[in-house]
C-alpha cells in the first residue's frame, strides 16, 4: 500500500540538540498527523494538524500542516533522552476512515 | 480497562496454520480499526469498523484474511493458511471521533515459521 516519504530515515543526535524531519505525499490530505512509536508500543499521537499552513506546539514539538496540502514537518527542540523512539506522519482524507503512515525516522541520541 | 487491549502479544505459528488475534477496545469507542507493520515500516491499513458492521475492509490483502466484531466491542482479526510474508505486529485501534482519534494497542507480533 501507500505510505508517505519521510526523511531523514535516521538521525543519530546529541542530547540538548533541535531535531527536524519531514515527511511528503504526492497526493493532497485534510488533516496530518503525528505519531510516536517505542519499541512494543503502538504508536502515541503527538500533534494533530487540520488546516493547510497551520502550525501548532505541544510542549518541545512544533508541527506545520504545508500549504500544498502534500507535506508536514516536525521540530523537536532541546532533545532529551526520551526523545528516542521511530516518529511516524500520518495523513487522513475527508470522507475516509484509514492513516495512510509514513516510513518513520528513528531518532536516536548519542550519550 | 483504560486502553486497548491486544492478545495474545507474540504468537508464533507454523506456515499452512490458522491464527485469531484479539482486540478489546476502550470502552464506548465505536469505530475500531486493524492495521499491520511490517518490520522497518509504517502501519498499514486493514480495516475499519464501526459498530457491528465493516465499513472499510480494502485494506485486506487477500481472501485469507478475515475480521468480525459481533457485538460491536470485541474484533478478532483471523488468518487462514498462514504464510511467512504473514509475519508482523498486527496493531489494533479504537476511537470515537475517527481518526483524528485513534488509540493504538501494543499490538501482536506474528511470527509464521
Known amino acids: 500500500g501507500q505510505q508517505l516519504n519521510q526523511s531523514p530515515q535516521s538521525m543519530f543526535i546529541q542530547e540538548g540538540e533541535d531535531v527536524s524531519m519531514n515527511c511528503t505525499s504526492s497526493s493532497i490530505f485534510n488533516t496530518w498527523l503525528w505519531y510516536k512509536q517505542d519499541p512494543g508500543e503502538g504508536p502515541v499521537l503527538l500533534i494533530a494538524?487540520?488546516?493547510?499552513?497551520e502550525l501548532t506546539s505541544n510542549g518541545r514539538l512544533t508541527a506545520q500542516f504545508g500549504i500544498t496540502r502534500k507535506d508536514s514537518f516536525l521540530n523537536i527542540s532541546a532533545s532529551i533522552p526520551s526523545d528516542v523512539g521511530i516518529y511516524f506522519c500520518a495523513g487522513l482524507t475527508f470522507g475516509n476512515e484509514k492513516l495512510t503512515f509514513g516510513t518513520g525516522t528513528r531518532l536516536t541520541i548519542i550519550p | 480497562g483504560a486502553g486497548v487491549s491486544q492478545t495474545p502479544s507474540n504468537k508464533v505459528t507454523e506456515k499452512g496454520k490458522y491464527v485469531e488475534l484479539r482486540c478489546d477496545p476502550i470502552s464506548g469507542h465505536t469505530a475500531l480499526y486493524w492495521y499491520r507493520q511490517s518490520l522497518g515500516q509504517g502501519p498499514e491499513f486493514l480495516i475499519y469498523f464501526q459498530g457491528t458492521g465493516a465499513a472499510d475492509d480494502s485494506g485486506l490483502p487477500n481472501d485469507r484474511f478475515f475480521a468480525v466484531r459481533p457485538e460491536g466491542s470485541v474484533s478478532t482479526l483471523k488468518i487462514q493458511r498462514t504464510e511467512r510474508g504473514d509475519s508482523a505486529v498486527y496493531l489494533c485501534a479504537s476511537s470515537t471521533s475517527g481518526g483524528r482519534g485513534y488509540t493504538f494497542g501494543s499490538g501482536t507480533r506474528l511470527t509464521v515459521v
Open positions: 494538524l487540520y488546516k493547510a499552513g
